[in-house]
């Protein structure tokens, strides 16, 4: 007997998805729009990830192979430099400037609070991944996450993907879980922060790589309407798994349509005003990021806590 696509993407959600609590009560993980941290990582904007966790459950951590200029010297073993520009140096920005030890200070600060609502963490990748011979291929960076946060506390594409065969059938036909049901999680997502081009090609070599064994989501820079549906640099089988979007404040007008395909988008570079991070939340933007995260309420409490 043939079952349509339809009528088993709602089989699927029956078994697979969260189950949904009384209506007006439940905000949906899509549904939450807050601010975000823009590379509060270094000490200009805040004295620690734990100081910035007071007021936004959303991180982004800029990481280079480079410690100097690109082809010198390397961050030892699987590891990379945590810095916003090819010439600092990364020992005055988190933790001494290591990946490892920002998230080994993030995973340490989840444990003083289990409880913790969700926390989402941006990994804007500065360099291409390294040769076949380096240590800082996506199969690495996967590792070093799991390596320092346990298995059940990652909520990653395989959670989302349950009995679906892509990312966008399952968020598309089913809903994502409650912030509720993600207390004590994290969620991963890289971008594509690449000096020259920003085509998305290192998010393509990461899905190729990692497929469905991937810690992280992959988002991509769009632009315009049209790349929603065919983010550039992205093959067709990779696109089909891409369910988080990053965009610059001129392109924040994608957002309701990102939104109304209960994909996640993130907002950077807009200006630091309430009125803003309103507005935004009014155009359904997940996570407006600014240097200013202090804008947010403490505790990483919502902006706007159910879509409009």
Known sequence: MKISLVAFLIFACLFAAPKKGNAGDTLFYNNKYSVACHNCYQKKYSSSLEEALAYTSTLELDIWDSQYFIGKKKCTGADWFV?????????????????????????AWT??????????????????WGSKRSLRKPEDLDNLISSIFPANS??????????????RNSVQGCNWPSTDELKGKVIFVI???????RKNKLLNKYLNKQQKNSVCFVAPR?????????????????????IFYNLGYKHAGLSSAISSKNYINRVY??????ATVNALADRKVNFIALHNYKLAS??????CEVAK
């Open 269 to 274: 570079n807009s200006p630091e005003t309430l």
């Open 222 to 242: 769009i632009k315009k309407t049209s790349e929603i549906f065919k983010p550039r640099g992205l093959s067709s089988n990779n696109i089909s798994n891409v």
């Open 154 to 167: 990652i909520y990653s594409p395989k959670e989302v993907l349950q009995e679906n065969d892509n990312l």
């Open 191 to 197: 971008t594509d922060a690449t000096i020259l081009t």
């Open 298 to 303: 403490p505790n990483g409490q919502e902006v």
């Open 111 to 128: 444990r003083k609070n289990p409880d913790h609502e969700v926390l989402t963490i941006y990994i804007d990748k500065k360099e291409d």
């Open 83 to 107: 810095k916003h520009s090819l010439f600092q140096k990364g020992n005055k920005n988190c933790a001494g400037g290591s990946l490892r030890k920002c998230l080994q200070e993030i995973a």
